[in-house]
């Protein structure tokens, strides 16, 4: 890491921004839905690889299949989708 100085940034404010980062680093699970493979999943991987070292990697890498409501993939581009609220009324928290 550059000195205190050395970048135009504050050293306590670079001791934050270190603290923040190793935080939520590495991550522990990435999860996206199997059509988001080719793109974000993908990508995330080769984000990380490129500038990260190998022990900051995501830990894990999940996909899940498509949520179906009446019988079809749920997607708000399509309109077809339940926000949690009406999920909730309908079905109760538990």
Do not use: Q
Not at 28 to 34: A, E, F, I, K, T
Not at 75 to 87: D, E, L, P, Q
């Amino acid at each position: 890491p550059p000195a205190e100085g050395e970048c135009g940034i504050a050293g306590d404010v670079l001791r934050r921004m270190r603290r923040e980062f190793r935080y939520w680093y590495p991550m522990d699970l990435r999860v996206s839905g199997r059509d988001l493979i080719p793109n974000h999943l993908l990508f995330c991987l080769y984000t990380h690889a490129a500038i990260l070292p190998p022990e900051l990697g995501p830990r894990g890498m999940r996909t899940n299949g498509h949520v179906l409501l009446n019988g079809e993939k749920m997607s708000k581009s399509s309109g077809n989708f339940r926000t949690m609220r009406a999920a909730v009324d309908e079905y109760s928290a538990d």
